[in-house]
């Protein structure tokens, strides 16, 4: 995998650090791609972006991708992130989630 992923609107061009992405939001036909220190828009399915990147990303609900290594904390059915964004999951994606996070985690150790 890349360590950049390209984003292509109409308006702009650019590469964007997959390190910097903390989630990314399907919203109808653009993806939302929300990075430490911006979001930005693009016409494409979160599955194309979702190719394009490494194991560190889950795929928490149909429309919602997250970086588990920009997170730093789950509780109460919440997803805190590092760049403090807070994101409230559905019972069983939450159940999920905190799964896949804790065995992430143990591999860190």
Request: contains cysteine.
């Amino acid at each position: 995998m890349g360590e950049y992923i390209p984003v292509i609107t109409k308006e702009c061009s650019r590469k964007v650090r997959v390190d910097d992405i903390v989630y990314l939001e399907q919203r109808q036909r653009k993806v939302g791609i929300v990075t430490r220190e911006a979001t930005y828009e693009c016409y494409e399915k979160i599955s194309n972006i979702e190719k394009q990147l490494d194991e560190r990303f889950y795929h928490t609900l149909k429309k919602l991708v997250v970086n588990l290594e920009q997170i730093s904390a789950m509780r109460d059915q919440n997803v805190v992130f590092q760049n403090g964004t807070v994101l409230m999951l559905g019972r069983e994606s939450y159940i999920r989630t905190k799964q896949v996070y804790t065995a992430y985690l143990r591999k860190l150790i």
